[in-house]
């Protein structure tokens, strides 16, 4: 058997030291998964466990500082970690852990994520593209996209044309009016809100 020597706490991290010589740096998960503390005897298969544990909760660690930085999506915790070459096998059990401990949330996410984008002055078609690049489920963009009051992509709009027609003419050319349709477009504006703008602003 082998024994937990002491237990060493510093800066989020705990310095784990056994009676085998062994000296373990770990975060709280590991700690709380095996109930490591002081004078606790484990068996030798255990320990094995403990290591090979202690691998992919390092990794754990880091995408949480990662996360401190702010909102991500599970795609963007994913390619953070293959930049560090962390396995795929070891990835999936992190995301896991992630979402199990409610520090990852793509609904959540990608609900700030259209916020921030409509402030911004884009369109569904934009934001929806923007989800679905980002490897977020198609029913989380469809659910929060649902919830979006349309009118509120007809004011936006509506700023972008009155903005941009103020930079021409009073009266637009044909042309120039289907240049403004295909920048509200761009911008991932529907063609029914276009038309809709495109009407009121011919009154």
Do not use: P
């Not at 784990?16 to 484990?42: A, H, M, P, Q, S």
């Not at 930085?69 to 852990?97: A, N, Q, T």
Request: glycine share 4%; hydrophobic share 35%; aromatic share 12%.
């Amino acid at each position: 058997m082998i024994r937990v020597l002491s237990l060493f706490f510093n800066k989020g991290i705990y310095e784990v030291t056994f009676t085998n010589g062994e000296v373990l740096r770990c975060n709280e998960e590991l700690i709380l998964k095996y109930r490591l503390v002081k004078d606790k005897e484990i068996t030798e298969e255990t320990f094995l466990l403990i290591l090979e544990d202690s691998k992919w909760y390092h990794f754990y660690q880091k995408a949480i500082n990662y996360l401190s930085r702010g909102l991500k999506s599970s795609y963007k915790v994913y390619l953070y970690l293959k930049e560090k070459e962390v396995s795929d096998e070891e990835i999936i059990k992190v995301i896991e852990l992630l979402k199990k401990n409610n520090i990852l949330n793509d609904g959540l996410y990608f609900e700030t994520l259209t916020e921030q984008y409509i402030r911004n002055g884009y369109g569904s078609l934009y934001i929806k593209q923007k989800g679905l690049l980002e490897r977020i489920d198609s029913a989380i963009i469809s659910d929060i996209l649902s919830k979006v009051d349309r009118d509120m992509y007809v004011e936006n709009a509506m700023k972008l044309y009155i903005k941009k027609k103020s930079i021409n003419q009073a009266n637009l050319t044909y042309n120039e009016k289907q240049k403004i349709k295909r920048y509200l477009y761009s911008r991932g504006y529907d063609f029914d809100i276009i038309e809709i703008v495109m009407r009121e602003e011919s009154r």
